[in-house]
């Protein structure tokens, strides 16, 4: 399908564009993080997704050169833990090789929790690659193993950093997911161990992502009180976003020691620029994270639909798009505005 048969660049119903795309590609992860995958429900005998029902990587790449011609720009590999898909890197080989209608290349990213980064950080640059974003909460190592649930050292994430960086996979963003009682006590500590270096530091406020992690909004930190107290001892100064719907807001040491960003979904709704879909690791589009039922993509390819016919089920799905969650949330309730079940984020992806 060429990109001159498939229509231009679509809008939803608040005029947002599909600008990026996350495609999560394993409901696996060896972490059981507090705030995403507990443990009392992804325990030993939780049922996982058959590797049949996991979209395949020509799925993937036939869905990510559909919605490249549709305008989306960005793609990001999610899970899960991106990192147990077995031939990871042949995947990135082949969304690679994608092109934009203006014949630019993706911008092909990845997020993961940094346990396997070291092993695989060169081959993930080789295959195309441009950059990682790691998820790190804390550099106390008992918070960490905390948090993790595995007893997971630290270390290792930090070495996985330091060979992402020497390969080239930056610039290189990492996660602080903040929760109140659990790990805000280490904001400034993160804030001071990566100022000054390339890496750029995130803080995301406790999310209420999913229906497993028990969430509770006196447990979130809101991300004025998380530039607050790094403000008082390193001074910070606010910058613009690199580009419009940008999720995090983006802070500068006054002193030129780099930059750290807040990402508010909780305090600060960001729905009316949100240009991001997502494709759950069995081929679901849901164009909101806070989704409670996705649209069917793989039931379309697997029943021989034809490239119009996919791209025209993408385009409709993304014009009658009316999400705005996290603002309904924050104007009434701060809470799910219906108690409907979400999706959890280890299907859809973060």
Same mark, same amino acid.
């Given at each position: 399908m060429s990109s001159s048969a498939v229509a231009r660049p679509i809008v939803d119903t608040l005029g947002r564009p599909m600008h990026d795309i996350r495609f999560s590609v394993t409901d696996r992860c060896n972490f059981r993080c507090v705030y995403c995958m507990p443990k009392e429900i992804f325990g030993r005998d939780y049922a996982f997704m058959p590797r049949e029902e996991l979209l395949s990587f020509e799925e993937i790449t036939r869905l990510a050169r559909i919605a490249a011609a549709h305008g989306v720009e960005k793609i990001r590999l999610t899970g899960g833990e991106p990192l147990l898909r077995k031939g990871l890197p042949d995947l990135i080989a082949m969304l690679a090789k994608l092109k934009t209608p203006s014949g630019e290349a993706l911008d092909l990213a990845l997020t993961t929790n940094g346990s396997a980064l070291a092993h695989l950080a060169q081959d993930l640059k080789d295959a195309g690659l441009k950059r990682v974003t790691v998820s790190l909460d804390s550099l106390d190592d008992a918070t960490f193993q905390a948090m993790n649930d595995i007893k997971f050292p630290v270390q290792k994430i930090l070495h996985g950093l330091d060979v992402a960086h020497e390969v080239?996979?930056?610039?290189?963003?990492?996660n602080m997911v903040v929760k109140k009682g659990q790990n805000d006590q280490d904001i400034v500590s993160m804030a001071r161990h990566f100022k000054g270096t390339p890496i750029i530091l995130r803080f995301i406020e406790y999310m209420d992502?999913?229906?497993?992690?028990?969430?509770?909004l006196g447990e979130v930190v809101p991300s004025a009180?998380?530039?607050?107290?790094i403000n008082a001892e390193l001074p910070l100064e606010e910058i613009e976003p690199n580009y419009?719907?940008?999720? *995090?807001?983006r802070w500068r040491?006054?002193?030129g020691g780099g930059e750290i960003g807040v990402i508010s979904s909780v305090t600060?709704?960001?729905?009316?620029?949100? *240009?991001?879909?997502?494709?759950?690791?069995?081929?679901?589009?849901?164009?909101?994270?806070?989704a409670g039922t996705g649209h069917d993509l793989r039931a379309l390819m697997r029943e021989g639909c034809s490239?119009?016919?996919? *791209?025209?089920?993408?385009?409709?799905?993304w014009r009658e798009?009316?999400?705005r969650y996290s603002e309904l949330r924050s104007l009434h309730t701060k809470r799910s505005t219906d108690g409907a079940k979400k999706i959890e984020m280890s299907y859809i992806g973060g």
């Amino acid at each position: 399908m060429s990109s001159s048969a498939v229509a231009r660049p679509i809008v939803d119903t608040l005029g947002r564009p599909m600008h990026d795309i996350r495609f999560s590609v394993t409901d696996r992860c060896n972490f059981r993080c507090v705030y995403c995958m507990p443990k009392e429900i992804f325990g030993r005998d939780y049922a996982f997704m058959p590797r049949e029902e996991l979209l395949s990587f020509e799925e993937i790449t036939r869905l990510a050169r559909i919605a490249a011609a549709h305008g989306v720009e960005k793609i990001r590999l999610t899970g899960g833990e991106p990192l147990l898909r077995k031939g990871l890197p042949d995947l990135i080989a082949m969304l690679a090789k994608l092109k934009t209608p203006s014949g630019e290349a993706l911008d092909l990213a990845l997020t993961t929790n940094g346990s396997a980064l070291a092993h695989l950080a060169q081959d993930l640059k080789d295959a195309g690659l441009k950059r990682v974003t790691v998820s790190l909460d804390s550099l106390d190592d008992a918070t960490f193993q905390a948090m993790n649930d595995i007893k997971f050292p630290v270390q290792k994430i930090l070495h996985g950093l330091d060979v992402a960086h020497e390969v080239g996979l930056g610039p290189i963003k990492v996660n602080m997911v903040v929760k109140k009682g659990q790990n805000d006590q280490d904001i400034v500590s993160m804030a001071r161990h990566f100022k000054g270096t390339p890496i750029i530091l995130r803080f995301i406020e406790y999310m209420d992502v999913g229906t497993t992690n028990g969430w509770q909004l006196g447990e979130v930190v809101p991300s004025a009180d998380v530039i607050a107290r790094i403000n008082a001892e390193l001074p910070l100064e606010e910058i613009e976003p690199n580009y419009a719907g940008e999720t *995090s807001k983006r802070w500068r040491y006054r002193d030129g020691g780099g930059e750290i960003g807040v990402i508010s979904s909780v305090t600060q709704s960001f729905c009316h620029s949100c *240009s991001r879909a997502r494709i759950s690791v069995d081929g679901k589009l849901y164009t909101c994270l806070f989704a409670g039922t996705g649209h069917d993509l793989r039931a379309l390819m697997r029943e021989g639909c034809s490239d119009e016919e996919l *791209s025209f089920a993408m385009a409709q799905i993304w014009r009658e798009r009316t999400d705005r969650y996290s603002e309904l949330r924050s104007l009434h309730t701060k809470r799910s505005t219906d108690g409907a079940k979400k999706i959890e984020m280890s299907y859809i992806g973060g």
